[in-house]
C-alpha cells in the first residue's frame, strides 16, 4: 500500500526575506545562485546577465546618472554583500548605504505679523542700513506699499494708510517713518470671477456655424415656400383620379 504523502504549499509567509522587490523574487533566487558557483568566472558572466536583466525591469534607472553603478550596488545588497565577482564599480560598505541623512535644521524665527511675512523685516533692516535720504526714503515707501497689498490679499479686507504707517513704525522699532502727505497705493481686494467655458464655447460654436453664418443659405430658406402644387404632372395625376373616380358603378 503506497504511502500517502501531505502537499507541501509554497506561501510567501514561508519564503525568506524579499531584499529588493522591486525586482522581485526571481531575481534574488539568480544571485543566491551565483553565489554558490563554485569558479570567479562563472560567478562574473552569470553576474553580468543578472545585470541586464535588473537594468530591464526597471527601465526608469536609464534616467539615472551611472545607473550601471546603482545596478550593481543593488547586486551587492540583494546578496547580502557575499558575492564575489570582478564589478566595473568598487563594493559598497554596508555601513555608508545604510548610515541615515543628518536631519534638517528648521527654521524657529519668530514672525511678528505673519501677513507681512519675514521678507518684510529683512528688507526693513536693509533700509535702516541706506544713508542716502531720498533713496532711504523710496525704500520706505516701497516697503510700507508692498505691506499694504499683502495685508489686503491676506484679510480680504481695505485698510487704511494710518495702520500700515503704524505697522511701518513698531515693527521698525521707530526708526523708519514716512514724510508727511504721502499717499500709499491704492489696493483693493478683487475676488476671482468664475468663467463659464460652456456658454463660451456655445456661443463660439453658433458664430461657426456655417448653416447660421451662411448669407446664400439663409436667402434660400427666406425664398423657400409652399411646394408648388401647378406642376403639370400633378395636375395630370389628379385629373385621371378623378375620371376612375367617376366611372365606378353606383
Known amino acids: 500500500m503506497?504511502?500517502?504523502?501531505?502537499?507541501?504549499?509554497?506561501?510567501?509567509?514561508?519564503?525568506?526575506k524579499l531584499i529588493l522587490?522591486?525586482?522581485?523574487?526571481?531575481?534574488?533566487?539568480?544571485v543566491a545562485y551565483i553565489v554558490k558557483l563554485p569558479t570567479r568566472e562563472e560567478r562574473n558572466r552569470y553576474a553580468q546577465v543578472v545585470i541586464d536583466l535588473m537594468g530591464f525591469l526597471n527601465p526608469h534607472l536609464r534616467d539615472v546618472a551611472d545607473f550601471k553603478h546603482k545596478l550593481w550596488d543593488h547586486l551587492y545588497i540583494i546578496s547580502n554583500y557575499s558575492i564575489d565577482v570582478d564589478a566595473p564599480y568598487p563594493k559598497p560598505e554596508p555601513e555608508v548605504l545604510a548610515a541615515k541623512p543628518d536631519p534638517l535644521k528648521y527654521p524657529h524665527q519668530r514672525i511678528r505679523y505673519k501677513h507681512y511675512g519675514k521678507t518684510i523685516e529683512l528688507m526693513m533692516e536693509k533700509a535702516k542700513s541706506i544713508e542716502e535720504p531720498v533713496r532711504k526714503q523710496h525704500m520706505i515707501q516701497s516697503i510700507a506699499n508692498f505691506m499694504k497689498m499683502a495685508?489686503?490679499?491676506?484679510?480680504?479686507d481695505s485698510v487704511t494708510d494710518e495702520s500700515i504707517i503704524a505697522d511701518l513704525h513698531e515693527l521698525s522699532k521707530g526708526e523708519l517713518k514716512l514724510e508727511d502727505n504721502i499717499?500709499?497705493?491704492?489696493?483693493?481686494?478683487?475676488?476671482?470671477?468664475?468663467?463659464?467655458?460652456?456658454?463660451?464655447?456655445?456661443?463660439?460654436?453658433?458664430?461657426n456655424n456655417p448653416r447660421s453664418s451662411n448669407p446664400r443659405t439663409n436667402q434660400s430658406n427666406q425664398n423657400a415656400g409652399p411646394?408648388?402644387?401647378?406642376?403639370?404632372?400633378?395636375?395630370?395625376?389628379?385629373?385621371?383620379?378623378?375620371?376612375?373616380?367617376?366611372?365606378r358603378p353606383q
Do not use: C
Open 21 to 30: 522587490s522591486e525586482y522581485g523574487r526571481n531575481v534574488q533566487n539568480m
Open 151 to 156: 495685508y489686503v490679499q491676506w484679510n480680504k
Open 2 to 16: 503506497a504511502q500517502e504523502t501531505t502537499p507541501i504549499f509554497d506561501y510567501n509567509s514561508t519564503r525568506g
Open 227 to 247: 411646394r408648388n402644387n401647378n406642376n403639370p404632372r400633378n395636375n395630370q395625376n389628379n385629373q385621371n383620379r378623378n375620371n376612375q373616380n367617376r366611372q
Open 183 to 207: 499717499n500709499l497705493n491704492k489696493v483693493e481686494y478683487r475676488a476671482p470671477v468664475p468663467t463659464n467655458n460652456n456658454n463660451r464655447h456655445r456661443t463660439n460654436n453658433q458664430n
